[in-house]
């Protein structure tokens, strides 16, 4: 299974660049956050969350939420309009029963990452089909693309991925000018490096208008339509994976966590003016304990 206290780590350095990307300097704000906690989120615990903003409201996807008195349901989406006051508006039924945004496919099938294009949010799954022994390396699991409008449930593109592909973790960009989504993934499970994919905006929805960024030549990058043609951007043994188009530093940054074959992980943040690198990589020293909502800076 996931290391939870990880992907909520994960979770939360992609809030905190996607909130403060235009006006601070990313290198000294810390915020923290969890699924669990008082009140309405009481007895809830989830996986490997996505955060993204739709209609002025700050949207979160939990995956493999489990619940103290209704036990496990597949994904979660919660809200709110304040993230300086934020308190998570969760999509609920009977009383309390999250409802799923989307249903298990596999053993998990968790959110990756997400994009707004046209009034539709576009989320990029994983689907776990046997843990195995567990990651690094051991995991058989794909990918898939679902599209719908807040928090109504969602429904699948043709955006598909096989078990171990170089796309299993999906995180999209929006190109600056809106033009274009770069898909940045890894493939297997905390065992493989970054990918880089392209897709344009108004055809999101479609595999066949998918390229793979293959190499850089005579300064150009070279895209193909070929998926065997995917070369690395970034080396490592990755699984998820956060990456953004930041205005205020007019770069990409990508954050992952790097593994060893023992499970150990190093957290790392590349940035680069372009999608295809070459990405300047550094180590982020990461420590954390029990997290907790609403959302608050505590650095």
């Known amino acids: 299974m996931?290391?939870?206290?990880?992907?909520?780590?994960?979770?939360?350095?992609?809030?905190?660049?996607?909130?403060?990307?235009?006006?601070?300097?990313?290198?000294?704000?810390?915020?923290e956050t969890a699924i669990t906690g008082p009140g309405k989120t009481n007895g809830w615990d989830g996986d490997l969350g996505v955060p993204f903003i739709f209609n002025n409201r700050y949207y979160f996807l939990e995956g493999d939420v489990l619940h103290q008195n209704y036990g496990r349901i597949p994904n979660a989406i919660g809200w709110c309009s304040d993230i300086a006051n934020c308190i998570v508006q969760w999509n609920e039924v009977n009383g309390g029963f999250p409802y799923p945004f989307y249903y298990l496919l596999g053993q998990s099938t968790v959110p990756a990452g997400a994009v707004t294009i046209g009034g539709v949010a576009y989320i990029f799954m994983m689907n776990v089909v046997n843990w195995g022994n567990g990651a690094p390396g051991s995991v058989v699991a794909n990918s898939l693309g679902i599209k719908g409008i807040p928090p109504t449930p969602f429904a699948p593109t043709s955006i598909k991925y096989?078990?171990?592909?170089?796309?299993?973790?999906?995180?999209?960009?929006?190109?600056?000018?809106?033009?274009?989504?770069?898909?940045?993934?890894?493939?297997?499970?905390?065992?493989?490096?970054?990918?880089?994919a392209m897709v344009p905006s108004d055809s999101i929805e479609e595999i066949s208008a998918?390229?793979?960024?293959?190499?850089?030549?005579?300064?150009?990058?070279?895209?193909?339509?070929?998926?065997?043609?995917?070369n690395p951007i970034i080396n490592g043994n990755v699984g998820e994976i956060s990456a953004m188009w930041s205005s205020y530093k007019q770069q990409y940054l990508v954050s992952y966590f790097d593994f060893q074959r023992n499970g150990a992980s190093v957290l790392r943040l590349g940035n680069s003016t372009y999608p295809w690198g070459p990405f300047d990589v550094d180590t982020i020293p990461v420590s954390y304990t029990h997290l907790t909502l609403p959302t608050k800076r505590i650095v």
């Open 162 to 196: 096989g078990d171990n592909s170089k796309f299993v973790n999906i995180a999209p960009v929006l190109s600056p000018d809106s033009e274009t989504v770069y898909l940045f993934g890894s493939g297997l499970y905390r065992a493989a490096p970054i990918s880089l």
């Open 210 to 230: 998918v390229k793979y960024f293959s190499e850089v030549r005579n300064g150009n990058p070279v895209f193909s339509t070929n998926y065997n043609d995917a």
């Open 2 to 31: 996931f290391d939870r206290a990880l992907i909520v780590i994960f979770l939360l350095l992609h809030v905190l660049v996607l909130i403060h990307g235009e006006n601070s300097n990313l290198t000294a704000l810390v915020y």
